[in-house]
C-alpha cells in the first residue's frame, strides 16, 4: 500500500505546488512513510471534495490502494471543517491514517471530536 502526498492550491501555481510537495516528500521521507505517490490540485477550490486529484485519492483509497494520506495543514485538504470531518471519516472507515505536517495524525483528533459530539448529543 502507499502513502498519498496530497497537495492543493486554490490559484495554480507551480511554485507553491512545488513547494507543498517538496515539504511533503521531506517530511514523508523522515518520519519513515515510504511508497508515497503525489496526488495535485493545482489550481482548485478547498470548498469541494470534488476535484480532481481529490477524486482519483479518494477512488485510490476506497479501492484499498493506500495506507496514508499526508498533507502540509487542513487548509490544504478542505477550506471547509464539514469536508475534512467527511475525510476523515472515509479513511477511517478504510482504516487509512491521515497525517498533516502541522498538526500529525488527525484521525486522533477526529476520534475525539466525534465523541464529543457524541456525548454533547446525549446531554441534550
Given at each position: 500500500m502507499k502513502t498519498?502526498?496530497?497537495c492543493r492550491v486554490a490559484l495554480a501555481d507551480q511554485v507553491a505546488i512545488g513547494l507543498q510537495e517538496r515539504s511533503l516528500s521531506c517530511y514523508a521521507a523522515g518520519n519513515g512513510y515510504t511508497d508515497c505517490v503525489?496526488?495535485?490540485d493545482n489550481g482548485a477550490s478547498g470548498l469541494t471534495l470534488n476535484r480532481p486529484g481529490?477524486?482519483?485519492?479518494l477512488a485510490d483509497t476506497h479501492s484499498g490502494k493506500i495506507q496514508n494520506i499526508i498533507?502540509?495543514?487542513?487548509?490544504?485538504?478542505a477550506r471547509n471543517?464539514?469536508?475534512t470531518m467527511e475525510l476523515l471519516d472515509i479513511a477511517e472507515r478504510q482504516g487509512v491514517k491521515v497525517v498533516t505536517v502541522q498538526d500529525g495524525e488527525l484521525n486522533a483528533l477526529f476520534d475525539s471530536q466525534m465523541k464529543a459530539i457524541f456525548q454533547h448529543s446525549s446531554t441534550v
Open positions: 498519498a502526498l496530497y503525489v496526488y495535485r481529490m477524486n482519483r485519492l498533507a502540509t495543514d487542513l487548509a490544504r485538504i471543517p464539514t469536508l
